[in-house]
């Protein structure tokens, strides 16, 4: 039996295990039925896993993902063990009954091999299991670590997930100013001071919580992808200009985005921070209180510091919303 839970979302065509089971706003994303799941997984609350049709996403049985874990366009393996906050990127592979702590990041096209035990941002094979580790593994899962054949479930779900909208809420008087051609997932919530321009995108657990600190001005074919949040200090602004794409499980606070720039999932950006327009910030980056960055920078870090420039336009990455 399948257990995808009241306030979780999977959306598109997903080819789900039996027994696996999506929390409490986790979402599962499937671009083009690019999403597998394996018998026994589960997926714990506030995750995203997604797939597209260059990167599927495709994870073995009897694996558990932690809280606010990430995963796009990754392949992994049977029985592994992954920690709080862990991030997978495009094009890794991970083998079977591995071991991640918590907040690692995997690198894009990264290989981890089997019995591996990972930590870091990036993340480093430290170890290979002990006994130890795979006593605990075994007794995890009920003291049977044993594979059956995958027992494939096919959902196929509207790529908008509902004819119902999002919720939006007024705050000391300050309602949000949606653009009727903005979509807004259902699971989404906007509050206060906030306006959304024509053709954006509002994904499923995203928060924008403008209250009376606003404004928050988001403009047009602008994407704000899963189980993001965006806030702002009193006294502050938040401005995400046209064409900008934020992915999921981004925190973004009080900062000016500039049109065209791509934030990648996990980053966060906080308060009084100004970046030009066709910005790249590499998933799971930090950037600073007060931080100013020149149009076409390519951030990386914790702390961001610009590693290069982009030399042409920023394209939507294939693991944006496609309607």
């Not at 295990?17 to 714990?44: C, E, M, P």
């Not at 925190?251 to 921070?273: L, N, R």
């Not at 939507?316 to 919303?321: E, S």
């Amino acid at each position: 039996m399948i257990q995808i839970d009241e306030s979780a979302r999977l959306i598109g065509r997903a080819r789900l295990g039996k027994d696996s089971y999506i929390a409490q706003g986790s979402v599962v994303r499937s671009n083009d039925d690019s999403v597998a799941i394996g018998n026994q997984t589960w997926i714990l609350e506030n995750s995203v896993l997604l797939g597209t049709k260059k990167n599927p996403l495709k994870v073995g049985s009897k694996t558990v993902f932690g809280h606010k874990c990430i995963a796009i366009g990754t392949e992994i393996g049977d029985l592994c063990e992954i920690g709080n906050g862990t991030t997978f990127l495009p094009g890794s592979k991970v083998g079977n009954m591995c071991i991640f702590g918590e907040g690692t990041l995997i690198p894009e096209d990264a290989i981890v091999p089997d019995e591996s035990v990972v930590v870091g941002r990036p993340g480093r094979v430290i170890r290979k299991l002990t006994e130890d580790d795979k006593d605990m593994i075994k007794r995890m899962r009920g003291n049977d670590v044993s594979i059956s054949p995958f027992e494939e479930n096919i959902i196929d779900s509207n790529g908008k997930e509902s004819d119902m909208m999002g919720k939006l809420y007024t705050v000391n008087g300050k309602y949000p100013n949606v653009s009727d051609s903005a979509y807004i997932y259902d699971s989404a919530e906007i509050n206060g001071d906030v306006e959304i321009g024509e053709n954006s995108i509002i994904a499923s657990g995203v928060r924008i919580i403008g209250n009376t600190h606003g404004p928050v001005i988001i403009g047009n074919n602008v994407q704000i992808l899963e189980n993001t949040v965006l806030h702002l200090l009193p006294d502050n602004q938040l401005i995400i200009e046209d064409d900008v794409t934020i992915g999921p499980g981004c925190i973004i606070h009080g900062t000016t985005i500039g049109k065209g720039s791509v934030v990648e999932s996990g980053a966060i950006v906080c308060d009084y921070s100004k970046l030009g327009s066709n910005t790249l910030i590499t998933s799971g980056s930090l950037v600073k209180q007060r931080s100013v960055f020149e149009e076409n920078a390519i951030l990386e870090g914790f702390p961001a510091k610009s590693i290069g420039r982009n030399e042409t336009g920023l394209k939507r990455p294939d693991w944006a919303i496609k309607l």
